[in-house]
């Protein structure tokens, strides 16, 4: 499967988002690739700091014309996730036609709930080439016993896409795993964020899947 996580705002965990999802899939036995399509390259910064054999590989494609080298490219991976660019609506547009699901992390913020306007055009536009497009929003640094995570799904009732079941609270291990190249398993095989990635990715391969 070909998972682009997007989503036009800044800094909403994306990246985030896209190595410990890659990393999750690997740790359950698939041959996984990562693309960078953002030009910042933070996912190949992420691999570059990593003093560990590498989990899955990692390459830089930040081109508008993805969607038409994503099959050669993917040849001999299970799934292919694409971290996408912030901002660049044309390397967004790429990647959703590049891919079968988009998730679009969100973070308990009114600003995120209103940006999120931006990505889900885009989604509606591609629909009209790729009807058969699956979206869905992931909230990402919920804060642990508040209740802003129930109030961002609310919000986020009034798009198309759902909001996955999965959650992923705000824990320092992503950020402290991330500057050695870790996915946050690595530092914390049993902790509550590895828990939360792997149901993240049990509840995409479940529902998204193909069969
Ligand atoms: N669940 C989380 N808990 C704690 N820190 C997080 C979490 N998710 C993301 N972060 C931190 O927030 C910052 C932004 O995350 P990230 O780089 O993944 O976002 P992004 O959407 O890829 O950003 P950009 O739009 O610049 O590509 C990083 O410092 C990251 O470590
Ligand atoms: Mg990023």
């Given amino acids: 499967m070909k998972i682009a996580i997007l989503n036009q705002k800044g800094g909403v965990g994306k990246t985030t988002l896209s190595v410990n999802l890659a990393a999750s899939l690997t740790r359950a036995g698939s041959r996984v690739l990562l693309i ?13 700091a990593r003093e560990a054999e590498p989990l899955f590989p990692v390459v830089g494609l930040p081109k508008p014309t993805l969607h038409r080298d994503v099959d050669q490219i993917s040849e001999g991976y299970d799934h292919v996730l694409i971290d996408g660019p ?13 891919s079968d699901l988009v998730l679009i992390p969100v973070q308990p913020s009114p600003y995120d709930v209103w940006a999120a306007d931006e990505v889900v055009k885009l989604l509606d536009e591609a629909r009209i080439y790729k009807p058969g497009l699956q979206a869905a929003f992931v909230v ?6 508040t209740a802003l995570g129930r ?13 996955l079941d999965a959650a992923i609270c705000q824990r320092i291990v992503f950020a ?9 398993f690595e530092s914390e095989p049993d902790g509550p964020a590895a828990r939360e990635v792997e149901a993240l990715r049990e509840e995409i391969m479940q529902n998204y899947a193909q069969p």
Wanted: net charge negative.
């Fill in 36 to 48: 960078d399509a953002d030009p910042q390259g933070s996912a190949l910064d992420w691999v570059a």
């Fill in 86 to 98: 912030p901002r660049v609506a044309e390397l967004a547009r790429s990647a959703i036609m590049a």
């Fill in 140 to 145: 990402n640094r919920k804060i642990v016993n």
């Fill in 151 to 163: 109030d961002v799904r609310d919000a986020l009732a009034t798009y198309s896409p759902p909001v």
């Fill in 176 to 184: 402290e795993s991330a500057a050695q190249g870790l996915a946050s």
